[in-house]
């Protein structure tokens, strides 16, 4: 008989898997960058009370990346996670990333679904240009 106090995981270990997967995921999603010739310029970057997981460059554009991270079979896909309050809160902190760096390169948003089973990555996929600068989703 197993013990049930023993199955009871505390909300603070919940959290701290929960970051841990998301930093696997974000990890995940650094590497396919990198194979697609994105250089990695910030993770995590904090402005205000927004926070923007990758900020990655091409020759033509600065990319500002939402990961999502689900277990594979999740009923609700990781795009769609990204509501417009989330979209309006990466708005506003690459409006002061980019207040605070002279690039001329065009701003983009994008969106990497990282999907997980048993720990490994099963699934990425890369949505490219998913909002506009208004957070209006564009595909």
């Known amino acids: ?18 970051r841990a997967v998301g930093a696997d995921g974000e990890t995940a999603a650094c590497e396919l960058l990198g194979k697609k010739g994105y250089e990695i310029t910030a993770r995590n970057y904090r402005a205000g009370r ?10 033509r554009h600065i990319v500002f990346v939402e990961v999502k991270t689900r277990t594979a079979g999740t009923l609700i896909q990781g795009a769609a996670a990204v509501d417009r309050g989330k979209r309006c ?15 001329d ?26 909002f506009d600068g208004r957070g209006r989703p564009t595909v």
């Open 89 to 103: 809160s990466i708005i506003a902190c690459a409006r002061q990333y980019l207040d605070t760096h002279q690039l």
């Open 50 to 59: 927004g926070e923007i997981d990758i900020i990655a460059r091409s020759s």
């Open 1 to 18: 008989m197993k013990d049930k106090a023993a199955e009871f995981i505390t909300p603070e270990e919940q959290a701290k898997h929960k």
């Open 105 to 130: 390169l065009y701003p983009r948003f994008d969106v990497i679904e990282v999907y997980t089973q048993d720990g490994s990555v099963i699934e990425i996929n890369h949505i490219e240009n998913a």
